[in-house]
């Protein structure tokens, strides 16, 4: 199941008449991974704090399993084969996430 909400780029993408609504769950994982565990007021399990989390020396099975258990805490299933880290070359990918039904 994709999910539907508005689209943003660097701001809320407008268009022809209206706001831009379309699929968002790519929007939602990159959001999901920008915030910090607890900046959602609401649900503060969700969150992983990529710019924090990877700008020191890391352990990348650690930081699979952290990246996976947030993006599952909002009902996403995510194979821990889709999480890419390679800090020598500052490479970080996620891909292979599905919303649970």
């Known amino acids: 199941m994709i999910s ?8 809320i993408e407008i268009g022809a008449t209206d706001l831009v609504v379309g699929d968002s769950d ?10 910090n565990p607890g900046q959602f007021y609401q649900y503060p399990d969700i969150g992983y704090g990529v710019y924090s989390r990877l700008n020191g020396s890391i352990n990348v099975q650690t930081e699979q399993k952290l990246i996976k258990q947030a993006i599952e805490n909002d009902n996403y299933s995510m194979p821990i084969s889709g999480i890419i880290i390679d800090p020598a070359k ?12």
């Open 4 to 11: 539907q909400d508005l689209i943003f780029t660097d701001d």
């Open 26 to 35: 790519d929007q939602h994982v990159e959001h999901i991974l920008h915030a």
């Open 90 to 101: 500052g490479i970080f990918n996620v891909q292979g996430y599905v919303k649970k039904q």
